[in-house]
């Protein structure tokens, strides 16, 4: 029971290529959370889905798409990385959207040059 | 506009004291709050959380207060140990949480 995994733990782009950062919970969980974490700023979320097969905008969700691939997986792309999107990515899960516990995985370190 | 503010960036407490960590928030509208604690490298976990309805919610060495008048809850921790050493984050509820920038606690030995 491995709970959120996210990949790649670290990596290095340069302005205006594309990545795509995975997500997968196996706790059957239905929604699904990208959050970014920025130096002295609370956690401020990307991007949710609810539910399998939705997706909704978050608090910052400029120059980011995600995919809600199945119950299990949800994906978060870059099309085209600024040094602004330079950032610690934190997927989470949890049962709803309500006040339930989200359960994160242990992040990805974005760099931007 | 920080709806939820932890003013203080970082606490030092020596251990088997209480360490209290503080959070404001802005907006009248939030029906629940959570503590989370984050160690380096990993991601948050989910820690305490307190309804608007209630003023304290306790669960062994960790007790959440609400004042709603003042709009600020702080978490204490009695007694502390060496094992909470962490960033805490303060998050309220309304639609989606609102996340503080988190409060980083040392406890001394």
């Known amino acids: 029971n491995a709970g959120v995994t996210q990949t790649p733990k670290f990596q290095v782009l340069k302005t205006g290529q594309s990545m795509t950062l995975q997500c997968a919970q196996d706790m059957n969980h239905n929604s699904m959370y990208w959050y970014r974490q920025d130096p002295g700023m609370g956690l401020r979320l990307i991007y949710y889905?609810?539910?399998?097969?939705?997706?909704d905008k978050g608090e910052v969700p400029n120059g980011y798409n995600v995919s809600r691939l199945n119950k299990r997986e949800f994906s978060l792309r870059l099309e085209s990385a600024a040094p602004s999107q330079t950032s610690v990515y934190f997927c989470?899960?949890?049962?709803?959207?309500?006040?339930?516990?989200?359960?994160f995985g242990p992040g990805t370190r974005l760099l931007v040059l | 506009d920080q709806q939820v503010k932890q003013n203080s960036p970082s606490l030092s407490v020596q251990e088997g004291r209480i360490s209290i960590l503080n959070c404001d928030y802005t907006n009248s509208m939030f029906d629940y709050f959570l503590w989370y604690k984050k160690y380096p490298a990993e991601g948050p976990t989910f820690l305490i959380s307190?309804?608007?309805i209630k003023d304290k919610n306790e669960d062994g060495r960790f007790t959440v207060f609400l004042n709603k008048s003042a709009k600020h809850l702080s978490l204490h921790i009695v007694p502390s140990q060496p094992g909470d050493s962490a960033v805490y984050f303060c998050a309220a509820h309304n639609y989606q949480l609102i996340w503080g920038a988190g409060t980083k606690l040392i406890i001394k030995p």
């Open positions: 889905s609810a539910s399998e097969g939705t997706t």
């Open positions: 307190i309804s608007s």
């Open positions: 989470a899960s949890s049962a709803g959207t309500g006040v339930e516990t989200q359960y």
